[in-house]
């Protein structure tokens, strides 16, 4: 019994001290064990590359695959980790009468992105196009217009509050020559609503977000040129702006050569980057050699982004060739997504993958 009991003493004296070694060791272990294991081997997802790097890497959903198609559902679940609504959150699907709101199908991404652990990017808050017959026609005079304007944000970025990260505000408000493209907005209100809306998104939701997004501006050209002055100019009026979305639209073996550093240009303002809807298409039918190259863009993309300070993360504009834009609007292309329509994962996944990967 002594002697039980000296143990027993023993080993109440050490026990807290052993507990605090051991308690170091794990930590240590815990922190030190991807670095000295990497695994290039073992099957990661694209979202565990992205969460290992913090940043998001998105798919464009759209609300019938989403409802109605299984296999669809658990690729988008298992591989990214975050959504934006293909369609669901345009004004003509959100407000197909004035002050009339639909939310069903854009509540129904918002509550499977929570259920499955993903972000939200909002798309898109003003747009010259799927605007509703009722307000595209409506010859409202500007003050209407602003009017209607704030409301329509007020309502969806309020509704939205706290479960959007981010919101592209203004979607394509740009000509190829750097001109302001004319629509309802620009037209009858002038540039300065495109300050409006930001002003009041971020009152609606001081913790989203705001991007302006645009296609074709990925490279160093007149169009990215003329956004540039615009976001330096806002940025120096105060404006709520907090991130430039490059959508990323690409024909097979054209991803412009000036991308990262025209992306630079913008994070070294203080904004953020994202790549926001990228696809790569590719003539139809697709040879094994044209496949091979939309992997190498599709890495090369991925790390223009992430390559430069304060990339957000990349989103492809769909999952599976099933379901794209592409074919219905450049005839005679397609297969421009990562997986085929049966859901198997092409060469672009791999490149996808290994462009999210810092190992590979
Ligand atoms: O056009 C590709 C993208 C360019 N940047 C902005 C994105 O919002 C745009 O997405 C596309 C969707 O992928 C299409 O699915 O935007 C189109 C126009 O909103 C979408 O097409 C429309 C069809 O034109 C409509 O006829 C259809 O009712 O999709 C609607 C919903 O299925």
Redo the contacts with the bound molecule.
């Keep these: 019994m002594p002697h039980a009991s000296a143990t027993h003493r023993r080993h109440s004296l050490f026990r807290p001290l052993l507990l605090a070694v051991a308690g170091a060791l794990v930590a240590t272990a815990t922190l030190t064990l991807p670095h000295l294991t990497p695994d290039a081997s073992a099957a990661t997802t694209l979202r565990g590359y992205a969460d290992g790097r913090g940043v998001k890497i998105g798919a464009?959903v759209?609300d019938?695959p989403l409802t109605s198609d299984g296999s669809y559902a658990s690729v988008l679940d298992r591989e990214f980790n975050s959504v934006t609504a293909?369609?669901a959150m345009?004004w003509d699907?959100l407000e197909p009468s004035r002050g009339n709101y639909n939310w069903a199908a854009a509540d129904r991404l918002v509550s499977h992105a929570a259920a499955h652990h993903q972000g939200v990017r909002g798309?898109?808050l003003v747009?010259y196009?799927?605007l509703p017959s009722w307000l595209k026609n409506g010859g409202f005079s500007a003050s209407q217009l602003n009017t209607i304007l704030k409301n329509h944000i007020d309502t969806t970025v309020g509704r939205y509050k706290g479960k959007i990260y981010a919101w592209d505000v203004v979607?394509?408000a740009f000509n190829e020559d750097g001109s302001m493209r004319g629509s309802l907005w620009q037209d009858k209100l002038g540039t300065g609503y495109i300050a409006n809306a930001l002003r009041w998104a971020h009152a609606a939701d001081p913790a989203a977000k705001l991007y302006i997004?645009d296609?074709n501006t990925e490279a160093d050209n007149a169009k990215s040129d003329a956004l540039y002055a615009l976001a330096k100019q806002l940025l120096a009026q105060g404006v709520p702006l907090h991130g430039i979305g490059f959508?990323s639209?690409f024909t097979v073996g054209q991803v412009p050569s000036s991308m990262k550093a025209n992306l630079k240009r913008f994070s070294d303002l203080g904004l953020e980057v994202s790549v926001t809807?990228l696809d790569i298409r590719i003539p139809m039918p697709a040879s094994s050699a044209e496949l091979a190259q939309q992997s190498t863009d599709y890495k090369t993309a991925t790390e223009n982004c992430l390559g430069v300070p304060r990339c957000a993360g990349v989103t492809v504009?769909?999952v599976s060739d099933r379901y794209s834009?592409v074919p219905?609007?450049f005839s005679g292309y397609g297969a421009a997504l990562p997986y085929t329509e049966s859901y198997a994962a092409k060469p672009a996944y791999t490149g996808l993958s290994n462009g999210l990967n810092p190992n590979a």
């Design positions: 464009a759209g019938g293909e369609n345009k699907a798309h898109t747009w196009s799927q979607n394509e997004n296609y959508q639209h809807e504009w769909g834009w219905g609007t």
